[in-house]
Each structure stands twice: as structure tokens, then as C-alpha cells.
């Protein structure tokens, strides 16, 4: 089993419109909500390969029940920890006529230390019976920057991790044996442009691999057995929103099965690709994925360094 | 007690920005989750002069279950009617440079025969004991364009009704005391450009009185007493939300009271203005209400005719 933790669940509500016009109404079809949070997003594109995968994390309030009812209606399993603070929604506005998204995200519940203690016996149980854990997104208001930390060292389970910024760089001490960040990720958590140089910045200081998506130009891999570059093997269109969550369900299925890394990297850029491909942000496109996967070229890139 | 009745209940929610941005990711606050709808709103304002108020309507699923918690909280007493089809939500972003408000508004849940039964049942015993129902807002989908006159029919008690379209037209037949609609509805219904002609169609066709909300020209009232014109003392500055709900509110406290036309419109004025004034749609500044209450002149309008 793959434990996805999602601290700051959301309950995504997504409307289409024509075209979003400021200071106007718009009529718009309900019917766009869907548990959200990285962590969610990852445990659904596992569900789809059909994946053992369990979601934990904070899910609290009105949100929080909502949030757990679409789990439940997508069959995707849930270990949601209930808290007072209902969970935080986003909207997005998606213009059907050009694609573009517009976006409003509340920062999230305040966490108590209550709450945290609660949730760490929770998730220690779990841990202990996953494969692999995967810890993705921001943290809630209220926890620290090394509460990330604090749950990969809780277990001996290998441990993906997927932020940004202070809790990313404090998740390091507890050794996490994948990170990805996106390429502005990787830049602001170390200060340095040159990804591979940063990219080596933070194997340093505690990750045993980093996995670092730069959009259309595909992955960079720094691991302990060497550093590939992986493009994309033809420009796929649609929405990029969920491509990172996708590679991360690629990269935590090969970690749980030991795949040699090139394999893993190949699988992680074609998952990536059908998400792009897929209907709605978070779907991945099951053609595209077998389509490109056998098209992928991981190039080694040890010269880069 | 003014019972109010919300078929198309609504949770509303409001974020502000700076200014929205279409194709950015906004940071937003919670918070601004409240129950809505127009008879919601009446309710609100009802209960914020201290008049005892009764919310009823349809509020299933999660949205429905938010509503009810919101009004608790809000200490407004509500006999909410719950539906398997949940409540529908209103998102508005409010540009807090400019004061601009752009809103996404989901049609409503679809109602079933049954649960309109049910409702009808419900609705009939809280009626009988109120002083004046006020029926506001949309009709939710599913529901036939007669269904404000089949309610205004089940009981003697006087009815207000303040909708637009083909279900305030229908409505007419079953005689409510008052209708309520603003210059845009009033043209739409009637098909008349000029507002006093327009008015003087709907009571040919049952309504009492007719009281148009002409924006900040104010009130415009053709009774079976008199006909007048209600300007606004002075301009007031702020968010039209809500103005017209205001008005519907002071118009059923008169109602209810037995209070004389000129002093009812002079109220619904200056309740009017004291919610564009108000810190949130659908608040009204109490302050303000009482300073231009006494300053509102009502002018005899007869010669118009």
C-alpha cells in the first residue's frame, strides 16, 4: 500500500466559464468538486493504474465531510484525521475559450498541537503498514516548517517528498529518499539557478534522490546511481495542472517496486504527459501513458556535472 | 413573525483581492461562507432591527447542512426543508481597489415532485402562523414557473413576493400584496419600458402593489392608495448587494404593522441605502438607516399617471 499525507486537504470546486469577464455574473454548472491537495491528487492517479493507495492527512468542517464523500464516491480509500477547523476550499475559474485558469486558494485550517499529536499516532500506524509514503503539498497554518520532517522519521518507510520552500529544506534532516520539486521550487529552496547545481545542493543536505520536473523540457533525475535527463517525447497539449502529482505516483510505484531508476524516470514522464493529456486536472489520459512510455529516452546526464 | 421563504437557498461565498487577475493563482481568506438567497437576506436584515423571523426553503447535502450552520450561528431561526440535491453555492470575488464584485452563481439543485410535496406540506404550517411570508429569489430547477402562486394560494396570510420572469408574471394569479421588482425585471416581466405603465400591468393582473426599485432614482410605488416616487436623500456609497433584499425586508415590517404607504416606502429607502452603506452584502448600517429615515421625502406620483 502507498500512503499519500495530504495536511492541507482542500475541497477543489472548479467552474467553466465562456470566458471570465471581471465585474460581471456568470451562470456556471455545479457539479466541479473533487477532494484536491497534491497528496489526494497523487493517491487518485494511483487508484487509476489500480494501485493500493491510502489518503491520511487533516480533513475537517462542512469541507472536510465533503472532501472525504468524493473520496469515497471515487473508491479511493481515506484515513482522514477529523479536526475542528473545516478544511480549506479553492476555486478555479476555467475559461473554455482559451484554457487560461484563474485561481483562489485559502491558506488552510490553523492546526492544533492537539490536532498534530493526534495525527502523528495516526499517521505512525499507517506508515508503519505502507510500502512507501508520500507527503506532498503545503503545510496548514499553525504546524512548523519540520513537520514534515518529523513524520519521515517517525517510520523506516521511504518517504517522497513533494513542497517547497522552508518545510522542503527542513524535510531533508529526516532523509527522504525522493524529492521533486519544479524547477521554481528547486531554485527558491536553495538560491541556486543551475538545477543539476541545485539539485546536488539538496542530495547534501539530506535527499537520496531529486527528482526535478522543468516542465515541457521533462525531468532531471540526481540520484546515488546517476544523473539522467528525461524530455518528453513529443509536446503534449492540455492542462498542466496535476503533471507534478502524476510523476510523483510514478515515482512512489517504482520505489515500492525497486524498479532500476531509468525505468522509473520513463514511467514518471509519461505519467506526467497523459495528466497533461487527461480531461480534468488531476485525470491522467490512460493512452497517452501507454503510448509514450515505451518512447522515452533517459539521457545520462552525468557530464552536466 | 415574517416568515421568508428561500426555495433556492444558496451558500454563498465571498473572497476579496486586491484586484482579479484572470490566469493568476490569488491568495484569499476564508470566512466569508454565509447562507444566502434573497429571502435568506431578508431574514437577515429582519432580524438585525430585533423583528422575529422564520427561514424556509430547500438545504440538502453538505452546502445545505453549511447554510443551517451558518444561520445558527447568525441566531436567524430557520425550518429548512432537507433534499437529497445539494444547496447550490455563489462564488463572489470582490476587487477591494475598485469595489467591483464578479460572480459565479450554480443554478440551484433539482427538485423532485416529492420533495415539493413535502415542502408545500411545511411551508403551509408555518404560514398560517406567520404576519406576512415573504417568497424571494429564483425557483430552483424542476420547479414549475406557478410554484410562488401555488404557495401565496395555500393560505390567507399576506405575501410578498419579490422574483423575476415568468415566475413573478405566474404568481401574479394567486394576488400577493406586494410585488417587488427593480428596473430590469419590471421591463423584462412586463415587456413595458416605462416603469410606471410597467407597474400598472402587473396589478391589472393580480398584485396589490407594485414596488419597483429604480437603482438610485429609488423606490417607485403604484398602490391601491396612491401612486409615488421614493429618491434616495442623498447618494450613498458602497455595495448594491443587498439593497433590494433591505427593501423587501422594511416592506414587510409595514406589511405586518398595517404602517401607512408613505411611511413604509420612506423606510424601505432608507433601509435600502443603509445596506449599499453596509460593511458585507447583505448587512445593513444601522447607523445610516436612522440618520436618512426621517430625511426621506415621498413624492405624490398620481400626476405620472
Known sequence: MILTVTLNAALDVTYRVPTLAPGTEHRVEPGGTRAGGKGVNVARVLHALGHDTLVTGFAGGDTGRAIRAELDTAG????????????????????????VATAFNE???????????????TY????????????????PPGLPDHAYAQLIGATATPAILDTAGRPL????????????????ELAAATGIDDPPAAARWLRERGAGAVVASLGPAGLLAVTGDGTWRVPCPEPVHGNPTGAGDACVAALAIGLAAGTPWPERLADAVALSAAAVAGPLAGDVDLDTYRRLAPRVEVLDAHADR
Chains 1, 2 share one sequence.
Do not use: M, Q
Request: proline share 7%; no cysteine; charged share 20%.
Open 124 to 139: 505512525h500506524s499507517l506508515a508503519t503498514r505502507a510500502a512507501v509514503v508520500v507527503l506532498a503539498g503545503s503545510l
Open 76 to 99: 479511493i480509500r481515506e484515513a482522514l484525521v477529523d479536526v475542528d477547523a473545516p478544511a480549506r476550499r479553492t476555486v478555479t475559474i476555467v475559461s473554455t475559450e482559451d484554457g
Open 107 to 121: 491558506p488552510g485550517p490553523r492546526v492544533s498541537v492537539e490536532d498534530w499529536t493526534r495525527f502523528v499516532a
Open 169 to 184: 529544506v527542513a524535510g531533508l534532516a529526516a532523509h527522504p529518499r525522493v524529492v521533486k520539486p519544479n524547477a521554481g
